[in-house]
Nanobody, 121 residues
Framework: QVQLVESGGGLVQAGGSLRLSCAAS????????MGWYRQAPGKQRDLVAV???????NYADSVKGRFTISRDNAKNTVYLQMNSLKPEDTAVYYC???????????????WGQGTQVTVSS
């Protein structure tokens, strides 16, 4: 199994910035993709951004131009730079890894525990 440890969440005022980090550790042969999802109270958990091991990215429309996802494949770490934060960005942010434990294993999803991001108006 993989362990995902998120950090960087907190309380910030509207217009401010935060940088989230997620480091994966454990028995990992390769990671196909890592991403960030978020879930606000009473709402579905939605994709924020994802990046593949090859560097391709995808963003939710609501964060395009404000958030940037990046990764360090050697460290199995993904980052989310969040700028121009809005109150509607308030949510628990979850790190996700799509990985395989061994070369012969199928890819599976694994989730971190989540980190709270609160943006005040």
């Amino acid at each position: 199994q993989v362990q995902l440890v998120e950090s960087g969440g907190g309380l910030v005022q509207a217009g401010g910035s935060l940088r989230l980090s997620c480091a994966a550790s454990g028995t990992i042969f390769s990671i196909g993709a890592m991403g960030w999802y978020r879930q606000a109270p009473g709402k579905q958990r939605d994709l924020v951004a994802v990046i593949t091991s090859g560097g391709s990215t995808n963003y939710a429309d609501s964060v395009k131009g404000r958030f940037t996802i990046s990764r360090d494949n050697a460290k199995n770490t993904v980052y989310l730079q969040m700028n121009s934060l809005k109150p509607e960005d308030t949510a628990v942010y979850y790190c996700n890894a799509y990985y395989r434990r061994y070369s012969y294993s199928p890819y599976v999803d694994y989730w971190g525990q989540g980190t709270q991001v609160t943006v005040s108006s």
